[in-house]
């Protein structure tokens, strides 16, 4: 191989790391082969005992690779760190495909994971801050408790029954010591109930007519604060679990990846030195 | 056993022959292949490892014929790292040859 084949090979092989650092690596080679030439050596001669250029700068980029990530550790690098290695041979290869699926899931679980977390905050702090600002209102629970409230002790204090003709009827329903509460419509072509359970403040909505039936279930889907407070600290609790379980595992991760390119970078070095 | 010894020998023999003297790669490898196999292909990535650990640093020396030329030459820390590394050579090289009862003195003594 002549001086010009080989440098315009480790040129192309090169050719995703930065300019600066690409023409230092040329340069170094340009310098070794003129003191090659000096010292009454052929081209072909240099080139051989330099070795394949490709694979030297395979083992240039890994090397690059995953200087720059312990420098920088960003997502970006450490995929660049898994794409050098598995540059390196075709096993490395293979082991990168369910390698990245791994990263991949683990990058899901950390987005998950936050996710659960922002929202877990949202929901503590929303509450908290509404608890001690009155801000902001959370109009649904005090419109549906007001409701049930009013309706639970307002007058007339009787319970109401109507009938109609065809089956029509309307109840209203009250029962002020166990707390169950509810109305119920009916005609001959639908049905409306409101209802709420003896229990807690779960009320249910149903709606029939002849073409088919809503039912809402926990219609007071209750942010009762303590409710509330309790999935709030919960999900802040998974989430952040979750996210310091992700941190973990990427740690762990990344250790193993660099210690096993290094390790290759190693064996490289290994074979190389067999070879003379 | 001291991994770190097998794996960095050449390190310390580059390290070693940096410091009786600033060089440039082809000049290395030719000191170098004197006394050892030395395959030149391992000479950059070499130099590169080195300078990464801050144990070499590099300046261009300007020449009448032709392009600048890259010298090599230890840095403190490259000293520190020779010098220890010499250490645990040494030491070394004593419990094997404890072993392989090839220590200075130790077969003259049972001989005579």
Redesign the interface.
């Known amino acids: 191989m002549s001086e010009q084949e080989f440098i315009r090979q480790l040129q192309e092989a090169l050719s995703r790391i930065p300019e600066r650092e690409r023409q230092e ?1 040329v ?6 082969f ?3 030439l000096a ?1 009454g050596r052929s081209e072909a001669d ?1 080139a051989a ?3 394949d250029p490709r694979q ?1 700068a395979r ?2 980029m890994a ?1 690059h690779h995953i ?1 720059r990530w312990e420098s920088r550790k960003s997502f970006g690098n450490l995929f660049a760190v898994v794409g050098a290695i598995a540059g390196l041979g075709f096993l490395n290869f293979m082991l990168a495909i369910p390698f990245l699926c791994y990263l991949w899931l683990l990058t899901m679980a950390a987005l998950a994971s936050t996710g659960i977390l922002i929202g877990g905050i949202v929901v503590f702090g929303t509450l908290t801050c509404n608890a001690l600002f009155g801000w902001p209102a959370l109009h649904e629970e005090r419109d549906v408790r007001a409701f049930w409230s009013t309706f639970e002790s307002g007058a007339p204090a009787a319970n109401i029954h109507i009938r109609g003709h065809h089956g029509e009827k309307v109840d209203v329903v009250r029962d002020a010591s166990s707390g169950r509460a509810s109305i119920d419509i009916q005609s001959s072509d639908g049905a409306l109930s409101l209802e709420r359970k003896a229990s807690d403040a779960i009320g249910q909505l149903h709606i029939q007519d002849e073409e088919g039936r809503v039912d809402i279930d926990a219609l007071d889907w209750g942010i009762s604060r303590k409710g509330g407070w309790i999935a709030g600290v919960v999900m802040m609790l998974l989430g952040g679990g979750g996210l310091f379980l992700c941190y973990l595992l990427a740690r762990l991760t990344w250790r193993g990846l660099l210690s096993y390119g290094r390790y290759q970078l ?1 064996l490289l ?1 290994k074979a ?2 067999m ?2 | 056993m001291k991994t770190q010894l097998k794996k960095g020998t050449l390190d310390m023999c580059v390290l070693a022959a940096l410091a009786a003297g600033d060089s440039y790669a082809y000049e290395l490898v030719g000191i170098l292949s004197r006394t050892m196999e030395i395959s030149e292909g391992t000479m950059y990535p070499l130099m590169r490892r080195l300078q990464a650990e801050a144990w070499v640093s590099t300046y261009l020396v300007e020449s009448a014929s032709g392009p600048s030329r890259k010298y090599y030459t230890l840095t403190a820390e490259g000293r520190r790292q020779l010098s220890w590394m010499q250490q645990e050579w040494r030491e070394f090289v004593n419990e094997v040859n404890a072993v392989l009862g090839l220590a200075a003195g130790a077969g003259t003594g049972e001989a005579s």
């Open positions: 690596i340069d170094d080679y340009c310098e070794y003129r003191d090659g010292a240099i005992g330099l070795g030297l083992e240039l090397r200087e190693g070095d190389r030195r070879d003379d």
